[in-house]
Nanobody
Framework: QVQLVESGGGLVQAGGSLRLSCTIP????????MAWFRQAPGKQRELVTTITSGGTTTYADSVKGRFTISRDNTKSTVYLQMNSLKPDDTAVYYC?????????????WGQGTQVTVSS
């Protein structure tokens, strides 16, 4: 089982910024599409953003223009830069990946990292 470890969460005021990080083994990372999900209290986990091995990105409408996903293939790490944070962004954030030749993300979930945005 691949271990997913997210970091970088915290408590921030509305309008502030945070950067999340997640690292997975390089043998998987190089060809995988990476993603960030989040789960707010009482809500289902939702897909926030993805980035392919080639750098193509997608974003949920709710974060477009505020969040930026990026990846460093030399460090096998994916980042999520979150700017202009809102209280609605409060959630546990998880990374995951979709292996090459797979149409779905894995069932592996780490502990996540808590992001709390105060108003």
């Amino acid at each position: 089982q691949v271990q997913l470890v997210e970091s970088g969460g915290g408590l921030v005021q509305a309008g502030g910024s945070l950067r999340l990080s997640c690292t997975i083994p390089g043998s998987i990372f190089r060809t995988a599409t990476m993603a960030w999900f989040r789960q707010a209290p009482g809500k289902q986990r939702e897909l926030v953003t993805t980035i392919t091995s080639g750098g193509t990105t997608t974003y949920a409408d709710s974060v477009k223009g505020r969040f930026t996903i990026s990846r460093d293939n030399t460090k096998s790490t994916v980042y999520l830069q979150m700017n202009s944070l809102k209280p609605d962004d409060t959630a546990v954030y998880y990374c995951n990946y979709r292996p090459l030749y797979s149409s779905t993300f894995t069932d592996y979930w780490g502990q996540g990292t808590q992001v709390t945005v105060s108003s």
